[in-house]
């Protein structure tokens, strides 16, 4: 997720005055028996006991009642050898109507009992099914609720078009389950299918295969995520869109009367998926399109992957404000490929994309704008540390107890930034950028815990450079609060510049 908006503004007008090979699901499947799974506190579910492995999705968006109605059905391994474990889901206020369960890989079905927990106002309710013991998917007939939490309905008045309503997912942190009953951690990784109805006017874009390039509305799509993904990154529009392709795999959807700013402003798209792939390997989605929402959305962008979705305000005219496209492509290697375990191990995530987004910044725009917005976000981190709790200027949050958005601070971004920026200028770019590529290749596909980033590290970076960075160290960075003493930098004359400017205009 894009950090906060103002800091992509003051870079709009600063600008003006200085004119990222996949593992596979089979592989990811075979060894999800042996998987250890770490407390989190923000799911009930049990992978430890049974494991959701694919989730098919067959969806009516309704419109006039502001629902999806449809059915989820959930293929499963058993974890555990208990044989009488019941599967356990998150949900939030969706209406349930009906389980069943298959024991002949989804041929046939048969009514299973379910319960329904008690609501708690930031989890929300556990789905308690009841398996026959030779079970291996279940089907579970639902709504959402109009006010769902991760669904935004949109009136006409309330598109740029006017004309036509629109309809878009965000699932991050702990939305998933107020739309798809399943296990909503992060570290239960699942592939998708989905087939969505919609009016015949309207288009249906997924984070998956399958996305309609062409003009022509059916109202029926269907779609494929052969990818193990964590809950929070599957994503669903539906709008009057339009696309555009920027180049051989990267392209932008939006409403029919924006496609053209948003094809200019966005035109280097493609120059920032290969200048990422130079330093971190490649790019091992397919094909990286971006979805450019109504004025509504409340995030500068989230990374789903294959559609990344992002706020209009990214059009400024100059290409000022694409930083946005760098980080989000970014997540493509740290967030998609390689995720957080827990929210508290969130950091893993914006830490390390903020990192990318400058080094990609640098790779096409140049040193001096990387080192600008390197300043800006030290700027904006130290003056947010300010008023902040002690416990919340850790990478290691501890979120118990918490809203796991309670974390979305620049703390895991620029903190997390700055520290791996700090190994950077420590052990050398060359031996720092080999580590992190082999990073992504060793945990492709997978969810992580900050002790086993923090194990590969030593393992793959402090034995093999004994005299640089410490143990010690790295605790400082990640588990203590503030900045530490020898956190980097940056440098950048733009700001003065642009000072000596306001300054002049006032006199």
Same mark, same amino acid.
């Given at each position: ?263 200019? #402003?966005?035109?280097? +798209? ?6 990422? *792939?130079?330093? /971190? @390997?490649?790019? $091992? ?64 995530? #914006?830490?390390?994309? +903020? ?6 910044? *640098?790779?096409? /725009? @140049?040193?001096? $704008? ?138």
């Amino acid at each position: 997720m894009a950090a906060k908006l103002k800091n992509l503004i003051f870079l709009f007008l600063t600008a003006l005055l200085i004119s990222a090979d996949s593992a596979s699901i089979g592989n990811a499947q075979k060894t999800s028996a042996m998987q250890t799974f770490a407390e989190d506190t923000h799911s009930y579910s049990n992978p430890q006991s049974v494991r959701v492995t694919n989730v098919d999705l067959d969806w009516n968006v309704l419109f006039d009642k502001k629902i999806l109605q449809g059915t989820a059905i959930l293929s499963f391994e058993r974890t555990l050898k208990e044989t009488n474990a019941p599967l356990i889901l998150d949900t939030r206020d969706l209406k349930i109507a009906k389980v069943e369960a298959s024991s002949d890989d989804g041929k046939s079905y048969k009514t299973t009992k379910f319960n329904v927990g008690a609501a708690d106002k930031i989890l929300g309710a556990p789905l308690t099914i009841q398996l026959p013991a030779n079970a291996n998917r279940v089907r579970i007939a639902y709504s959402t609720n109009p006010n769902a939490s991760g669904l935004q309905w949109l009136e006409p008045s309330q598109t740029a078009g006017k004309k036509t309503p629109f309809m878009f997912s965000q699932a991050q942190a702990i939305h998933a389950r107020s739309f798809i009953p399943l296990q909503d951690s992060p570290q239960v990784r699942v592939a998708y299918t989905a087939h969505v109805r919609t009016p015949k006017n309207l288009l249906a874009v997924m984070s998956a295969e399958g996305n309609s390039q062409d003009s022509a509305r059916t109202g029926d799509y269907t779609f494929k995520m052969p990818h193990p993904i964590p809950p929070y990154l599957i994503a669903v529009a539906v709008g009057d869109l339009q696309f555009r392709s920027l180049g051989n795999r990267t392209g932008v959807y939006t409403e029919p009367s924006m496609i053209e700013r948003s094809a200019s #402003e966005l035109s280097d +798209t493609e120059k920032m998926v290969e200048a990422t *792939e130079k330093i /971190y @390997g490649a790019y $091992r989605w397919g094909r990286y399109d971006l979805l450019v929402l109504p004025p509504s959305f409340p995030f500068g962008g989230m990374e789903n992957p294959m559609l990344t979705f992002a706020t209009p305000t990214i059009l400024a005219g100059d290409k000022s404000l694409v930083s946005l496209v760098a980080h989000e492509l970014a997540h493509s290697w740290s967030g998609n490929l390689v995720t957080n375990a827990t929210w508290r191990d969130f950091w893993l995530n #914006e830490g390390f994309t +903020t990192y990318l987004e400058r080094r990609i910044i *640098e790779a096409v /725009y @140049g040193q001096p $704008r990387r080192e600008m917005e390197a300043m800006l976000g030290q700027r904006s981190l130290e003056q947010e540390m300010l008023g902040m709790e002690a416990r919340d200027q850790i990478l290691h949050v501890d979120l118990k107890g918490r809203d796991p958005d309670d974390g979305f601070t620049g703390v895991p971004y620029e903190k997390g930034a700055l520290f791996l920026r700090h190994l950077e200028e420590t052990v050398g770019r060359e031996k720092f950028d080999k580590f992190v590529r082999g990073y992504f290749d060793a945990h492709a596909f997978q969810s992580i815990t900050t002790e086993t980033f923090v194990n590969y590290l030593n393992k793959n970076l402090l034995d093999a450079n004994p005299n640089s960075v410490s143990r010690a160290d790295v605790d400082e960075w990640i588990y203590k609060a503030g900045l530490p003493k020898n956190a980097p930098q940056p440098k950048s004359d733009a700001f003065g510049k642009v000072e000596t400017q306001a300054q002049s205009w006032l006199r």
